[in-house]
């Protein structure tokens, strides 16, 4: 099955009135964090991602295909923690904490939000936040992490 390459993240240069997606591509985090990677589109159809290093896309985000077409990216529902605490201070705080390990973070105005981990859970609620595990998209703020560049790997693995 030949893949089909998706190569331009940015069409607003190219197409200002911005052109209809021809398919979407839903996928989590990790996958977003990466500028290379094997996904299936919803359609099913199989396509290679590749994208300038240090790039993360974000749901909305669309990218030029190959073949012409405009392929929209849906950030997937997945599984986090949302820590949330009415106290500026302990927000600070708990940014901090996490910031410290590296976590992928994603700020609210009165919560805190992180891919689940019952280890990082334990340590919030020792701080004094009120934590949830739900399922939803995950958009954490760029620039805090490090990611690794998979070639076309299609296999999500922590390192």
């Known amino acids: 099955m030949a893949l089909l390459k998706i190569l331009t993240r940015d069409l607003s240069a190219r197409d200002p009135q911005g052109a209809e997606p021809g398919a979407r591509l839903t996928i989590p985090f990790d996958f977003r964090s990466r500028s290379r990677f094997k996904a299936r589109l919803d359609d099913g159809e199989e396509v290679g991602v590749i994208l300038d290093r240090g790039q993360i896309l974000r749901g909305g985000d669309r990218l030029l295909a190959e073949d012409g077409r405009v392929v929209e990216i849906i950030a997937a529902s997945e599984t986090v923690s949302t820590a949330n605490a009415n106290d500026l201070a302990l927000l600070a705080r708990g940014a901090y904490h996490l910031g410290n390990r590296h976590v992928p973070l994603q700020i609210g105005p009165a919560w805190l939000r992180y891919g689940h981990d019952h280890v990082l859970d ?3 609620r020792g701080l004094g936040f ?10 954490p703020e760029s620039g805090a992490y490090h990611t690794h560049d998979h070639h076309l790997h299609d296999h999500p693995h922590r390192h």
């Open 122 to 124: 334990d340590m919030m």
């Open 130 to 139: 009120l934590v949830s595990v739900e399922n939803l998209p995950f958009e």
